[in-house]
C-alpha cells in the first residue's frame, strides 16, 4: 500500500527550471518503480519518464529528453523529477505514480498507485 503526494510546482518563465517532489508512505517505496505523468485538461494523460526501483533502469518521453531528470532517494521515500528549459508546452498537472510491476509497464500508464497532482504553469 502507497499513499503519494506531489508537490513542488508553480508557475516560471520559459527557460527556468522546476523541481517537483513525490513523497511517498510506508516503508515499501524502495520496492516499487515510480514514474511521472502529465495532463492538460481535454487531453489525455501522457507517459513522462519512469524509474525502476533500483534507480538504474530510466525511461523519458521524448518530449523531454535532454531537459528532465527523473530520480529517487529510497532512504527517503521520495521520487524527484528535475524539469530544465522549461517550455510553455510542458505546462499541465504532473503526477506521480508506483507500481509494483516494472517500469516499463508505467510507459503504458500502469500503476497502482497515483498521487493527486500538482500544477505546472510556464509562460513566455
Known amino acids: 500500500q502507497a499513499q503519494l503526494v506531489e508537490s513542488g510546482g508553480g508557475v516560471v518563465q520559459a527557460g527556468e527550471s522546476l523541481r517537483l517532489s513525490c513523497a511517498a508512505t510506508?516503508?515499501?517505496?524502495?520496492?516499487?518503480?515510480m514514474g511521472w505523468f502529465r495532463q492538460v485538461p481535454g487531453k489525455e494523460r501522457e507517459f513522462v519518464a519512469a524509474?525502476?526501483?533500483?534507480?538504474?533502469?530510466?525511461y523519458y518521453a521524448d518530449s523531454v529528453k535532454g531537459r528532465f531528470a527523473i530520480s529517487r532517494d529510497n532512504a527517503k521515500n521520495t521520487g524527484y523529477l528535475q524539469m530544465n528549459s522549461l517550455k510553455p508546452e510542458d505546462t499541465a498537472v504532473y503526477y506521480c505514480?508506483?507500481?509494483?510491476?516494472?517500469?516499463?509497464?508505467?510507459?503504458?500508464?500502469?500503476?497502482?498507485?497515483w498521487g493527486q497532482g500538482t500544477q505546472v504553469t510556464v509562460f513566455s
Open positions: 524509474i525502476s526501483s533500483s534507480g538504474i533502469t530510466l
Open positions: 510506508g516503508r515499501f517505496f524502495s520496492t516499487y518503480a
Open positions: 505514480a508506483a507500481t509494483r510491476g516494472s517500469s516499463f509497464s508505467l510507459r503504458a500508464l500502469k500503476a497502482e498507485y
